[in-house]
């Protein structure tokens, strides 16, 4: 889930304890969120963008609907239904 914010994430050296730092949040509920158990709260999701340097538009790519999950098994079901 959030694979693309995770990898930027990565990419900036910014662990899950420095994110829960500046979001002002516990650890714990930084994964929480990342699994999908909580949602991300809207004020969050932009205070990150900021933090990632990526312009508001891009919210769809780093906060996908259900944190992306099944978005593939989705395309698969469509290429199975085209095909019969």
């Avoid at 509920?29 to 990526?54: N, T």
Wanted: proline residues 7%.
């Amino acid at each position: 889930m959030y694979r693309y914010l995770i990898g930027r994430l990565k990419q900036l050296g910014i662990d899950r304890e420095r994110l829960a730092d500046y979001l002002g949040i516990q650890k714990p509920a930084i994964s929480k969120r990342f699994c999908g158990h909580i949602p991300w709260r809207i004020d969050e999701m932009y205070k990150i963008m900021s933090l990632v340097q990526a312009p508001p538009e891009e919210l769809y790519i780093f906060f996908p609907p259900n944190g992306g999950a099944g978005i593939q098994n989705q395309s698969s079901k469509r290429e199975g239904a085209s095909a019969q």
